[in-house]
């Protein structure tokens, strides 16, 4: 099960910020919490797992044991036809709670995952405030802001799809089916792009 809720745009008081996005999205899994945690905190296989999003992924830092300080690049994607390369960096780590980032390159702003065990259900929310810096999504922001809101909720509906099947593979299920791959071009493409 899939909840997304749109703010837009917001403000954030607390750090005297703004981003031109707010998603908050509530996936119900059933999961542990140390199973989802080490799942989402595995990035290296992100492209593997998540690959309609994640079309390649490279740890730049490692940061310090419990992952505060690893440096991520992403090249990602959704159903519209464009490509975004940026970074994360883990700025809080609370095993098996949840995690916070900071994002910059074409996505500037800070994700938060946090996971609450509901007996056999892992509870996770995603909030995700967000402004997009790649000139053309900055230009048109301010008429596709609802297609833009779109294409977040369309790529974390495949991200939860894409757990649901990674849970199965980790846990010793056979014939898992594949995630769902990129759309037209990148389904056809080698999208390893970064070195």
């Known amino acids: 099960m899939q909840t997304t809720t749109n703010h837009l745009p917001a403000d954030s008081a607390k750090n005297n910020e703004k981003a031109d996005y707010h998603f908050i999205t509530t996936w119900k899994i059933g999961a542990t919490c140390e199973e989802v945690y080490r799942i989402l905190e595995d990035v290296e296989c992100l492209a593997e797992w ?30 519209l036809p464009y490509t ?34 509901e007996g056999d259900t892992c509870v996770i929310t995603y909030d995700w405030k967000v402004s997009a810096e790649k000139p053309i999504l900055r230009k048109l922001t301010f008429l596709l802001r609802s297609v833009f809101a779109a294409n977040h909720e369309w ?37 390893k792009v970064l070195n």
């Open 155 to 191: 790529a974390m509906r495949k991200g939860l799809e894409s757990l649901q099947l990674e849970l199965r593979r980790r846990r010793g299920e056979h014939h898992v089916p594949a995630a769902p791959g990129p759309v037209f071009p990148h389904n056809l493409l080698n999208n």
């Open 50 to 79: 998540w690959p309609s999003v994640y079309l390649d992924v490279r740890v730049r830092e490692k940061g310090q044991p419990g992952g505060i300080g690893k440096l991520v690049s992403l090249y990602t994607k959704g159903w």
């Open 84 to 117: 975004l390369r940026w970074d994360f960096r883990v700025t809080d780590a609370q095993f098996p709670n949840g995690f916070a980032l900071q994002a910059t390159g074409d996505f500037i702003g800070r994700g938060v995952w946090c996971f609450q065990q």
